[in-house]
């Protein structure tokens, strides 16, 4: 190889495309780079908040860029990454999660875990790297990898109240099971690409697949995907590790990891035949009946929350099933990044709203000890409200937008009685959203156990107004939002 | 932009009143009285201004809401009324008012609260009744789920809890499945807007109407869809009954008629035995219920399925009486009940019970309590000179027309209703004092004369002079007749072609 080969092949993966299509994810790298030169000064511990939050901001005004160009970057990099308005406002959702989470978890961590600040907040900041790897990967192994950087910070930060077996037990169980699940993964692109020579997802999605090889590599591939989207039969380690977890680290697991997912189950629906949408709607409706009965019987709302999130997979896999009925994305696509962007807004708000309330004890995150809350403390109760009536898809609130998309792309995939057992679903799940409204605002709290008062801080209260007003503009007057879509 | 001033004055009310501190219950509800009188002003000059002898849409709003993606529907934000809609307008905004006075006897805590769903709610009513675009009104059908939810869970009485969940996911549960139906409306037709959608000509999927209609005969509620309104009208307080059987259940009524034979005048014509057989039962059945309580409340509650029996079976006739008394029954019922309960209210705020057998010969110690309350029975089991009789004499005359035996069934209704009721007076107003605590009872007093007096005064107005009303919905009215008599000639000739046609084509 010349000189000039070497230059032009360098050219080419490095041109200016490439460099608009990989900065948000460098601007974060930047940002972790920073937190272990300023962790190694005690006299720059203040800047890590600066850091963050510079770091986040460039990442997003990056994808700013991206959404609003002319010209968007496609695919570079030899077809192993595109960035298009697609993955910018994947990347747009992930930030705004990561940020949110971050901010509730300022005065969430007990004295014991504070010596890891920087640990924490580095691991936070590399998860969405990988969560824009997973929806920009144009291979299997560009995927891999983002499912990796996404994942290994999500596993230590399972464990981050190291005092506590619980945290210690979420953390274990998530990566042993994620670990089990990425060597699924690597096996069945292994047979894929045996199977067809390839790992490119777009040759892929045209080569023939209908040999066993390569149908078990495909059925392999999504297996491990819905491990990681918690669908049914691989949504059992959902409830410990949720609950274990600290909490502002759930909220980014459920919302971060499960958009990143979709938004590579969407991309690479063309993997799987279109025969198998019946089957993925069987399996999206048996989640969806997981999730449902499992969240009806609980107590606690944190694990409530982690059920409902297995309902709400269970809902965005629907999607998947009319994008395979369809045989074209583009209306699943939508529905996806519809339902995602009220779903990050909804459930990090309501997770944020748990971290709060477990700052009194971790009794308090039960549903009877939220009784009377909207008397003593009415912004919390009204926020929380609201966030359950999104998560029921009540009109007014972004989860009725998301819920329109997703059964808009049924019907339009001739998909009626999936559509109709599906709303009935809504429904179980309304019963179980409308108990936290109940115990709140209809029930006297309990003799003797009124809540302390513990000093919230300030930027979980700002936190929370920005979720609950993103969840009504995406209800209300959702047009700028749909504007930027395909 | 009166639609528009008129569907979220209550809103912003609403939030002013979220504003307020909540200590000063009298400046709450003072705010919450004028913004109620002042959409109750606008709603009677909507009223007055409409021209009820044309067809069609009237005052219509419009402006640009946001674009479905992908199937390039736009969504408008489209307020409108018309014959149909007109009256329900008028009757939410004219109860609302009369509803906030009645809170001041039995809302103590929590004012702020109330007074905030309570405004909220009429938005969401008055919108599900104006709105023009099929999203709109969807948007507020749900909507409106909430604050009764909040109204019926927070203020109701013991087994409130039980009641409103039952409520909330019986009604979402329709919905729902409508939504499915609503979807492939807008995708297929490639558009939300109502008034274009209504003057389509060509025949819908049968399908979609039947997921519409689920969702609204829940809400009438229509037979064997009604055990959640026992319980929710029970449990609710007397503000929650008086809207939920003013205007809620109306939603239900009025959507059958817009979204139901309107939108799907084919479909409405195949379905309509089914549903004039099960207005009739309703009729018979509710009525059955009503005589068998003990509880007053409950006795009232199990009369509405009865009387919106009278409505469901009056617009399945699909004649021009049966579909004229239909909507103006809804307006009768939003009255009458509206007023007994009002009057259990009071009775209850005075002796803490709706048991029957616990009243007895108040007509002595409250004897404008009882006047009241005789010419509200009599306007609900239809006295000739009062607004009941009106309705169900038009309902049953146009049922005649269509079904005799269907007809002769509502009839008995017309009976039971007389016996339940006036069995009812007579327990409460008539007889010896069997409690010595009810001798001492306070008589109505200048509020609640005030605030029932202007729907005595409508029961007598539509008693006397109904054409006020029933002209209004005239050519809405008219016009969907010929419609359907339209879509039966053309079934007819279609399974039946007559040998004329046969011999001029040949």
Redesign the interface.
């Known amino acids: 190889m010349t000189t000039q080969d070497l230059a032009a092949t360098f050219d080419r993966l490095l041109g200016p495309e490439s460099a608009v299509a990989t900065a948000p994810m460098l601007a974060l790298g930047v940002g972790v780079l920073a937190f272990l030169i300023v962790d190694l000064f005690r006299t720059l511990g203040r800047l890590r908040p600066l850091v963050f939050l510079a770091s986040v901001g460039t990442s997003f005004a990056l994808e700013l860029r991206i959404l609003f160009a002319d010209e968007v970057p496609g695919v570079v990099l030899d077809g192993s990454l595109h960035a298009d308005h697609t993955t910018a406002i994947w990347g747009l959702l992930f930030l705004a999660g990561t940020l949110l989470a971050w901010i509730y978890s300022a005065g969430y961590y007990r004295h014991q875990d504070k010596p890891f600040k920087a640990e924490h907040d580095a691991l936070m900041l590399t998860a969405p790297v990988g969560m824009m790897l997973m929806v920009g990967a144009g291979d299997l192994i560009v995927f891999f990898v983002g499912l990796e950087v996404l994942s290994i910070p999500l596993y230590a930060l399972a464990a981050f109240r190291r005092a506590r077996t619980d945290s210690v037990e979420a953390g274990l169980k998530y990566f042993v099971l994620g670990t089990f699940a990425a060597g699924f993964f690597l096996y069945g692109a292994a047979l894929l690409y045996a199977a067809t020579g390839h790992v490119s997802i777009d040759a892929l999605a045209a080569a023939d697949l209908s040999s066993p090889m390569a149908l078990a590599g495909a059925a392999f591939v999504a297996a491990s995907v819905f491990f990681k989207v918690s669908v049914f039969p691989f949504h059992l380690w959902v409830p410990d590790v949720y609950q274990g977890s600290p909490t502002p680290v759930t909220a980014l697991m459920a919302t971060g990891t499960k958009a990143a997912a979709f938004g590579f189950l969407i991309h690479a629906a063309g993997i799987l035949p279109a025969s198998a949408a019946g089957t993925v709607a069987a399996i999206a409706l048996v989640t969806m009946a997981a999730g449902n009965l499992g969240a009806l019987a609980q107590e606690d709302l944190k694990r409530m929350l982690a059920y409902s999130g297995v309902a709400h997979a269970g809902t965005l896999l629907l999607v998947v099933a009319g994008a395979l009925a369809l045989e074209e994305r583009t209306a699943a696509l939508n529905a996806a990044l519809v339902y995602m962007a009220a779903y990050v807004f909804t459930a990090t708000g309501a997770f944020g709203l748990v971290a709060l309330l477990e700052a009194d004890g971790d009794r308090f995150t039960k549903l009877e000890s939220l009784r009377g809350l909207a008397r003593t403390r009415p912004g919390t109760a009204a926020a929380l409200a609201l966030f359950m009536l999104s998560l029921g898809g009540i009109p007014a609130t972004g989860g009725f937008l998301g819920k329109w998309f997703v059964f808009s792309v049924l019907v339009d995939a001739d998909m009626v009685g999936v559509a109709v057992i599906g709303v009935l679903f809504s429904v179980v799940a309304l019963g179980y959203y409308l108990r936290v409204i109940v115990a709140m605002y209809m029930q006297p709290p309990v003799e003797g156990k009124a809540p302390p008062t513990t000093v919230r801080p300030l930027t979980a209260g700002v936190a929370t107004l920005a979720c609950a007003t993103m969840v009504l503009l995406l209800g209300v007057l959702p047009g700028w939002y749909l504007g930027w879509l395909g | 932009m009166g639609l528009v001033a008129l569907t979220f004055l209550p809103l912003a009310a609403a939030v002013v009143i979220a504003l307020l501190p909540g200590r000063n219950a009298a400046l709450l509800r003072a705010v919450a009285f004028f913004a109620t009188t002042l959409v109750a002003g606008m709603g009677a000059g909507l009223f007055v201004d409409f021209e009820g002898g044309v067809p069609g849409l009237q005052s219509v709003y419009e402006s640009?809401?946001?674009?479905?993606?992908?199937?390039d529907v736009p969504v408008h934000f489209r307020l409108g009324v018309d014959g149909i809609s007109i009256l329900m307008v008028v009757l939410t905004a004219i109860l609302m008012p009369l509803v906030v006075l009645s809170s001041y006897g039995h809302v103590k805590e929590r004012v702020k609260e109330f007074l905030f769903w309570l405004l909220v709610m009429e938005t969401g009513m008055l919108g599900v009744f104006l709105a023009l675009d099929l999203v709109l009104f969807?948007?507020?059908w749900?909507?409106s789920?909430?604050p009764l939810?909040?109204l019926v869970?927070?203020w109701g009485s013991d087994r409130?809890?039980y009641a409103?969940?039952k409520f909330?996911?019986y009604t979402?549960?329709g919905s729902?499945?409508m939504?499915?139906g609503v979807?492939?409306l807008i995708?297929s037709q490639g558009t939300s807007d109502v008034g274009a959608l209504l003057a389509n000509t060509s025949e819908l999927p049968a399908?979609i109407f039947a997921s519409f209609a689920l969702a609204f005969a829940i809400k009438v509620p229509v037979i064997p869809f009604h055990t959640w309104l026992a319980d929710a009208h029970t449990e609710a307080p007397t503000s929650g009954s008086v809207l939920l059987a003013g205007v809620l259940l109306k939603m239900g009524t009025y959507g059958l008629l817009r979204f139901g034979i309107q939108m799907f005048p084919h479909a409405a014509v195949d379905a309509a035995p089914l549903f004039l057989a099960l207005g009739a039962i309703g009729i018979v059945y509710g009525a059955l219920l009503a005589m068998a309580q003990t509880d007053l409340k409950r006795l009232i509650a199990c009369s509405s399925v009865s009387h919106l029996g009278f409505v469901v079976l009056g617009m399945f006739a699909l004649t021009q009486a049966g579909l004229r008394g239909g909507v103006l029954q809804m307006v009768n019922h939003g009255i009458s009940t509206g007023l007994l309960f009002l009057l259990v209210g009071m009775v209850y705020e005075r002796t803490h019970t709706r048991e029957l057998d616990r009243f007895g010969g108040l007509a002595a110690t409250m004897p404008l309590f009882a006047l009241f309350f005789v010419i509200t029975v009599l306007s609900s089991v239809g006295l000739p000179g009062l607004n009941g009789f009106v309705g169900e004499y038009m309902i049953l005359l146009g049922t005649f027309e269509a079904s005799p035996l269907w007809s002769v069934v509502g009839v008995t209704g017309v009976i039971f209703g007389a016996i339940y009721l006036l069995r009812a007076t007579r327990k409460v107003l008539f007889g010896p004092v069997v409690h010595e605590s009810n001798r001492r009872l306070a008589d109505l007093n200048g509020r609640e004369i005030a605030l029932m007096a202007p729907l005595v005064l409508l029961a007598v107005w539509i008693g006397v002079r109904p054409n006020t009303f029933i002209g209004k919905t005239a050519g809405t009215l008219d016009a969907l007749q010929r419609r359907i008599e339209d879509v039966r000639g053309a079934g007819d000739s279609a399974a039946a072609p007559s040998p004329i046609v046969e011999e001029e084509q040949g």
Do not use: H
């Not at chain 2, 640009?64 to 199937?71: E, K, N, R, V």
């Open positions: 640009a809401w946001f674009t479905l993606p992908g199937a969807y948007f507020f749900e909507v789920l909430v939810y909040f869970g927070i409130r809890l409103t969940v909330f996911l979402v549960a729902l499945v939504l499915v979807i492939e995708y399908w």
